[in-house]
């Protein structure tokens, strides 16, 4: 058995001309010509194989035939490690060299039953980048497409267009630094999914769905560093697959908002999750990032807002016989004016370079992170009770100005208990687990009622700003507020009273 270690890189097929020239990439020696590997790709009619997140494969690259069994890798801002056992294939698979007993027990079980699902076909052009004694990486860099063709007589295929770096001798932190250099100056993106992954996603004929925050998969016998970098690269995937799957949408019109909210939440976790281990992170790295990371967040709030906006507030009302039609008909293009250009927008700022860059940049820099002899002293539940403990202390004094009831208070105390909710999702792992689970419940009932607070108020100065530059969709926008106004009052009085035993009564850790 070996372990693979590779980075895979995602690149438009109008980069490849530049990725050659690339200096680093040039002077590279080459590994002989250029070949052309065909692989198919085995499995079970009920995909057991898949289920247990094994692949085998059989790979022909010119006379000669290798079979190839790779078992699950956990991959994040494109880099994995996973086991692999390579052997020549003779016509018959043969899994006696497989030393990892579940992995053995499973092939053999289905030994027999085991039939093609679907192939791929592409060029491969090898580099080695050895800058030094102690350090090669292999660079390769594939072009082609997985394939399949069912028994219906229905072809589908997708195309392959990466680079792969793996790493023969040096440390994995090696391949991500030799990442960001190559994409300081193209359009690489990290990618998770192999092309095995790639392959059953086409063979299933399922689409790529927007990815939600994992759960925490942090353990009390973790320093506070190590917790933080395992929750960081939890982050770090859920930005990846879903910078990955906006990217498939490109048209304005059928771009997927949930890919555009996930990402944005991504995003609002990482920087919470700064603030909340800061204490134990470099200050310079804490600033950089939070900076950094409201930034690119920013790039697609609009699209969001107004995807709320019409969601939430503007298609439920229900205008018929009340509304000055006139005046609705024309709010109601203004509003779908307002999201495709936002969506637009958004799609012009979801560049491929620009993302790839700041994970490859924020992936390198958790692998840089030290870890010093106090920090590795202190313990994880300890750490996690005083931040928590600091986090609802902070909430409760938000609470208390938000008394008056003044828009820019309650909102406030929104992003106060949004962050406590994160920190609470962080931690626990650490604490009971039905005592955390009640706490979110409530929490996330807060939350949403504040958010709709916060939603109409965003409504309102929106509604403002279009009937100033448009005086006929007055009459709309006052019918769009007061159909929602009766529900306003009532959460704003129940905001308060919901939060106070959150933040004054028995807590979970």
């Known amino acids: 058995m070996s372990h693979e270690i590779e980075l895979k890189l995602a690149l438009p097929h109008r980069a490849l001309p530049a990725l050659r020239r690339h200096p680093l990439v040039s002077a590279a020696q080459k590994l002989g010509n250029a070949v052309t590997l065909d692989n198919t790709y085995f499995d079970t009619p009920a995909l057991q ?9 059989i790979r022909r690259q010119g006379r000669r035939q290798l079979q190839t069994v790779k078992c699950a890798a956990v991959s994040s801002g494109g880099l994995s490690q996973r086991p692999e056992w390579e052997q020549d294939y003779t016509g018959a698979f043969d899994f006696g060299a497989i030393d990892q007993p579940e992995a ?22 090898t580099r080695v980048y050895s800058p030094r004694e ?17 028994p219906d007589g229905v072809e589908r295929s997708a195309p392959i267009c990466e680079l792969e770096l793996e790493l023969e001798a040096g440390q994995p932190l090696d391949l991500i630094e030799l990442a960001e250099t190559l994409a300081s100056d193209l359009p690489l993106m990290p990618a998770d999914l192999s092309k095995a992954e790639r392959g059953y996603r086409l063979f299933l004929g399922t689409p790529s769905t927007a990815v939600r925050a994992e759960p925490s998969a942090i353990d009390a016998t973790q ?34 908002a949930d ?25 310079t790295f804490v600033a950089d990032w939070s900076v950094r990371l409201r930034e690119n967040a920013n790039r697609f709030g609009d699209a969001r807002d107004l995807d709320v906006f019409h969601a939430e507030l503007f298609a439920p009302v229900a205008p018929e016989g009340l509304a000055d039609e006139a005046s609705f008909s024309a709010l109601a293009s203004t509003v ?13 700022n979801l560049d491929m370079a620009t993302q790839g860059r700041l994970l490859l940049g924020l992936t390198a820099d958790l692998h840089r992170l030290t870890i010093d002899s106090l920090i590795q002293a202190a313990d994880l539940r300890t750490f ?8 609802r202390k902070r909430t409760r004094r938000l609470a208390a100005a938000a008394e008056t009831l003044e828009p820019t208070r309650l909102h406030a105390l929104r992003i106060g ?17 039905r005592a955390v689970r009640r706490y979110l419940e409530a929490v996330v009932v807060v939350q949403d009622t504040l958010g709709f607070l916060q939603d109409v108020d965003a409504a309102q100065q929106r509604l403002a700003a279009w009937v100033a530059a448009d005086a006929r969709l007055a009459p709309a926008a006052a019918f769009v507020l007061g159909w929602h106004a009766a529900r306003y009052a009532r959460l704003r009085r129940r905001a308060l009273r919901e939060s106070t035993p959150l933040l004054s009564g028995r807590k979970p850790w």
């Open 223 to 256: 320093n506070a560093v190590d917790a933080f970098r395992t929750l960081a690269f939890s982050c770090v995937r859920q930005w990846q697959a879903n910078a990955a799957g906006a990217l498939e949408h490109t048209d304005p019109d059928s771009i997927a």
């Open 259 to 283: 890919f555009i909210h996930q990402l944005r939440v991504s995003q609002r976790r990482l920087r919470a999750l700064l603030k909340l281990f800061a204490p134990a992170l470099p200050a």
């Open 336 to 348: 779908r004016r307002a999201r495709e250009e936002a969506r637009a927008h958004a799609c012009h």
């Open 49 to 57: 194989l898949k289920a247990r997140k094994v692949a085998l494969r």
């Open 384 to 391: 996690a009770r005083l931040r928590l403990d600091r986090l």
């Open 104 to 125: 053995a027990q499973l092939l053999a079980r289905h030994h027999d039953a085991l039939v093609p699902v679907f192939t791929t076909r592409f060029r491969r052009e």
């Open 134 to 150: 102690d350090l090669r990486i292999l660079m390769m860099i594939d072009t082609g497409e997985v394939s399949l063709h069912t």
């Open 417 to 433: 208990f949004k962050q406590l909710r994160y920190a609470v999702e962080f931690f626990a792992p650490l604490f009971p687990a």
